[in-house]
């Protein structure tokens, strides 16, 4: 059902002095620094058989490699994460793991990315919250009336509740914020708002930006007279950093959910992802009780036919995003997919709370009135047209001709920064690239001009557009003389394109932070923002619903939607999100029919029961003529039932009736729903409520089974048996129907799901 790409943002510099360290024990997880992508492998055992294969840390040891984190730490045993050499192959490697003896298999640990379509704070105007055809920003054309999210309206129900917790798995949050300070999460035993998968700290302090505006769009306070006003006014925000500098990895990614959930949340956000698929990451979302609500991108693509993940995996708790406009139109930067992505939400202009920015006092600066101070290498150049140049900018030319070169701007003239207890070096910035390639901006620093460069900042995207860019300067560098570089790599050839692009840098300065803070608030468009739009929706719904599953949250959202034109075809509801609607929904129980036959049945039901409607007491009204209501056990033979005991998915029964006769059931959805087959006969049913093919039912099996076989109650016999890779009648793409029951025969063991 989820397919699609979604380009994200991802995080800047981290800055080390910021904030304290709240207590931190030593990071279960380990990222390196500055990871490349694919130099780390992602290694899955079958539990079943970890005792009885080699150690992974022995068997990593012959390429060598190294095991960095294993997430039984986590209480999720099997996964491990190893560092592979540099000079190895990656992939050379990830074939080594998968031939190993008890290797359910291996994969790259992909980088993910963040998607940010930037623009400057102005006037408090959030037309996806309301939309009365106002102005919502100064320039701009006023959308149409109503072509909002109808979340005030869904106000009067409720403003949502602590109890619903929202995880935001993004750059972190700034907790300073006065906005977002009312409603974050505190953890009961360290006193943090999050956690820090990056630096394995509970500190989730956002850097950058791109998280505080997700958790803002989410969770801002209302009614407290400052700044806007979230989704869900009352809820608790939990930050989960899982990268910096514009990157991340699935692994990563992996720990942030698995600690998120472990620590209690309903929803996460998610407005990051990768184009390869990764079975680790699905089979961890999977395994989550949680709502995740996913970005569909920004590159203007089918995802049906070019997917992105998490988005993509088509799982009961994934909930994807398209960005819609104030016109109610699709955003005409957004990802769509008839199949792909499940609703519409406003995603262009949307204004939320951004990182706060602390007070300066500037000991040096450089405006660019010559390069006088500078050396380059590359086409740099001042430009004294670029607008809020005073009087000129410093421009290098983007070509895309060589994925290696890079372009050098070094401040050759030492600042001196001995006696400032909290340097920093500042800068703006601003620059188009060419979508969805990506261009890297670097800064590197070093004491003394003994030219050993340390990197204190690096972003990468689809996208620049930023003020005040903060710096760090690292402890060790304190008390010298400093210079600093700027680096421009052009990573990706355009092939037929020659278009030329810029990138400004102005105002370098170094400053000395001060207690001041002021927070800071932007209009940004993207599905990034049209995601955690939904995710504060979903937090609303779940405040008035509480009891609602994640699949059961999903099918609520995507039914109330309101229809438009512009998205049927490119999204599965066909709507954008309706907050009224969904808050005030009830669901109509999901509902089947057993029908039985006079004589024996052999029956199954698809999905687990509700309860009160899972037990064998349902058919206490049949009349059964005195006879039982059997399972069969492959080790045991046939298990008599009992009225107390639980009639389970996946599981053929017989049962003997003296008349035709319906039985009702209600079902309650339950994605983790599996049965273990062994070999020989086992008696088992359909895992749905329409007609599947045998061939594809069982297709987890691989070449374990041999024959299926199902009852027919009209005839009192057996039907004509269904035969593996077999054609004509016997053929295995012969439909096995719901509700009926099945022997099949093993011929080794196996899962069915």
């Known amino acids: 059902m989820k397919r699609f790409i979604i380009l994200f943002l991802l995080f800047s510099c981290f800055i080390p002095g910021l904030v304290a360290d709240k207590g931190s024990p030593d990071p279960l997880y380990r990222q390196a620094d500055n990871v490349p992508e694919y130099s780390q492998i992602l290694v899955k055992y079958d539990t079943s058989h970890t005792n009885t294969v080699p150690d992974i840390h022995s068997v990593a040891t012959e390429i060598q490699a190294e095991v960095i984190t294993d997430y039984a730490d986590m209480n999720y045993p099997g996964l491990f994460l190893v560092r592979v050499p540099g000079e190895r192959d990656v992939q050379e490697s990830v074939n080594y793991f998968t031939r190993q003896p008890g290797v359910a298999y291996a994969e790259p640990d992909y980088l993910i990315r963040f998607d940010r379509n930037p623009d400057d704070p102005d006037l408090l105007h959030q037309w996806g919250l309301f939309n009365t055809g106002q102005v919502y920003k100064p320039n701009t054309t006023p959308g149409i009336p109503g072509a909002d999210g109808k979340v005030t309206d869904a106000w009067n129900v409720s403003t949502g509740t602590k109890d619903v917790v929202v995880a935001v798995l993004d750059t972190g949050i700034d907790y300073y914020h006065p906005d977002l300070s009312g409603n974050l999460w ?44 979230g989704a869900c006014w009352n809820v608790s925000i939990m930050g989960v950093k899982v990268g910096q500098s514009w990157e991340g990895t699935i692994s990563g990614s992996i720990y942030g959910i698995l600690w998120a959930a472990q620590h209690g949340a309903d929803i996460m956000s998610c407005s990051w992802g990768e184009e390869k698929p990764s079975r680790a990451l699905e089979e961890v979302i999977a395994s989550t009780d949680a709502l995740f609500v996913c970005a569909a991108g920004n590159s203007e693509t089918d995802i049906d036919q070019k997917p992105n993940y998490p988005a993509a995996y088509d799982l009961p708790n994934v909930i994807s995003v398209a960005a819609t406009s104030p016109f ?14 499940d609703v519409g939400a406003p995603g262009v202009d949307i204004y939320s709370t951004w990182k706060g920015q602390s007070g300066s006092n500037v000991f040096w600066h450089d405006s660019f009135d010559s390069l006088a101070n500078w050396s380059y290498i590359g086409d740099w150049h001042l430009d004294n047209e670029k607008y809020n140049s005073s009087p000129s900018s410093v421009c290098v030319n983007i070509t895309f001709q060589n994925p290696s070169l890079q372009k050098f701007l070094v401040l050759h003239t030492p600042v001196n920064i001995s006696g400032y207890t909290r340097p920093e070096l500042i800068f703006s910035c601003e620059g188009v690239i060419l979508w969805p390639l990506y261009t890297r901006l670097s800064v590197d620093a070093c004491v003394d001009k003994k030219f050993e460069w340390k990197r204190i900042g690096e972003w990468a995207g689809a996208f620049l557009s930023f003020d005040d860019i903060h710096c760090d300067i690292p402890d060790d560098m304190k008390d010298s003389e400093i210079l600093v570089r700027f680096i421009v790599q052009e990573q990706y050839p355009l092939e037929g394109i020659n278009k030329t692009l810029q990138l400004w840098i102005d105002d370098v300065r170094f400053s000395n932070k001060t207690e001041a803070y002021t927070p800071s608030y932007r209009y940004v468009s993207g599905t990034s923002m049209a995601a955690p739009f939904v995710a504060g929706v979903a937090g609303l719904v779940k405040s008035e619903h509480q009891n609602l599953t994640p699949a059961e949250l999903r099918e609520t959202l995507m039914k109330t939607v309101d229809l438009k034109d512009g998205l049927k075809g490119k999204t599965l509801s066909g709507g954008r999100i309706n907050a009224s609607a969904a808050i005030r929904y009830t669901p109509e129980p999901d509902t089947g029919v057993l029908l039985l036959s006079p004589g024996w049945n052999q029956i199954s039901v698809p999905d687990a029961l509700e309860p009160g409607f899972n037990t064998a007491s349902i058919f206490s009204q049949v009349p059964n003529g005195g006879h039982a209501l059997y399972s069969y056990d492959p080790k045991t033979g046939y298990v008599r039932v009992n009225e107390t005991d639980i009639i389970r998915p996946l599981n053929g029964y017989w049962i003997y009736s003296l008349t035709s006769m319906d039985v009702s059931v209600r079902f309650q959805p339950d994605p983790s729903i599996r049965k273990d087959l062994e070999d020989g006969w086992n008696l088992f049913g359909l895992l749905s409520e329409v007609p599947v093919p045998a061939r594809d039912a069982l297709a987890c099996l691989g070449n374990n089974w041999t024959m299926v076989t ?32 099945y022997w099949i025969l093993m011929n080794g063991s196996g899962t069915i799901s």
């Open 186 to 229: 505190t953890d009961p035993v360290t006193g943090a708002h999050g956690y820090n998968v990056i630096d394995g700290n509970y500190d989730p302090l956002d850097l950058w930006g791109h998280g505080t505006h997700c958790a803002g769009i989410i969770g801002a306070a209302g009614n407290n007279s400052i700044g806007g006003t």
């Open 328 to 341: 109610d139109t699709l955003a005409d930067f957004s990802n769509y997919g008839a199949k792909s992505v």
């Open 710 to 741: 199902g009852y027919n109650a009209s005839l009192q016999w057996y039907d004509e048996p269904i035969l593996r890779e077999h054609l004509g009648n016997i053929s295995d793409n012969r439909l096995l129907v719901p509700y009926q029951g």
